[in-house]
């Protein structure tokens, strides 16, 4: 298809001269003086990928000379736009934030399936393995309050399923700090030490929610991806609890977050 979108004024119909070889292929196209250079290279490359039957003679397949009708149609694709929030339109949001994740001063975000219907509302959501019961509650305050410009099919509104990113963050302008791991291998090889199961042997990695409170302790941790392994996934949920993290800061204050932690459990070493 040419550039500049779709296409109408073209020969949409023309006969292209072609030699059929004996064993089907086509060959020395010639082609009328109208075509374009953009049809030129789509039926050669039609041709090419097409096998036919070739003339017979007394029973014998021989080379001939045909005029193949060839019909070109504009394809005709729908103009899809995506929903979008629709900022002017939504209700005040800022009651929602959870008092107790105030006080706590928890930050995060989360992903959060939205299906949002014609009339811009949301329909339909599923929240995310793991969620910290604050966050729940702060997204089930903030749901009915959004409206969105609906998704659309050539400007004709649609139902749609969206990811959307719930952000909770303190009123401020200081800069994020994000929380990490803080504990020293000898720290992490005790606490595996500590919780791996005695008669086994396989290296893992469970991925695990992880609240981590303003001290650096982890005060809630939650599988969100299994390792297969049911004793392991809990031997790895025990080390977690047992390491120390650096808390998360705005600006120069400590903050309660959640972070995804892919924990890499290994049978440990003999002392």
């Not at 064993?23 to 036919?52: H, M, R, Y």
């Not at 928890?106 to 014609?118: K, N, R, S, W, Y």
């Amino acid at each position: 298809m040419p550039q500049g979108g779709r296409r109408t004024d073209f020969p949409a119909e023309m006969l292209v001269n072609v030699t059929i070889s004996a064993d089907g292929k086509a060959s020395n196209l010639q082609f009328p003086d109208d075509i374009e250079p953009w049809q030129q290279a789509t039926v050669a490359c039609i041709l090419d990928q097409v096998g036919f039957s070739p003339a017979m003679s007394d029973g014998v397949p021989v080379a001939s000379e045909v005029a193949a009708p060839l019909v070109f149609r504009s394809a005709e694709y729908p103009v899809i736009v995506p929903a979008s929030l629709d900022r002017q339109e939504s209700e005040d949001l800022s009651d929602c934030y959870s008092r107790a994740a105030r006080r706590a001063g928890a930050e995060g975000e989360v992903q959060i399936d939205l299906v949002v219907g014609t009339d811009g509302r949301v329909s339909h959501h599923e929240l995310p393995p793991g969620i910290e019961p604050w966050q729940r509650s702060t997204v089930e305050c903030l749901i009915p309050r959004l409206r969105f410009k609906p998704a659309t099919r050539d400007d004709v509104p649609f139902s749609s399923k969206v990811s959307f990113p719930f952000s909770f963050s303190l009123v401020g302008s200081a800069p994020l700090t994000l929380a990490r791991l803080a504990a020293s291998e000898t720290e992490l090889s005790d606490a595996i030490r500590r919780c791996y199961p005695a008669d086994r042997n396989e290296l893992v990695t469970p991925h695990y929610r992880v609240t981590v409170n303003v001290r650096g302790w982890p005060s809630q941790v939650v599988l969100v991806k299994t390792s297969g392994d049911k004793e392991l996934d809990k031997a790895g949920s025990c080390a977690i609890k047992l390491l120390r993290f650096e808390p998360a800061k705005r600006g120069e204050q400590p903050v309660m977050s959640t972070l995804l932690v892919p924990f890499e459990l290994r049978p440990p070493a003999a002392p």
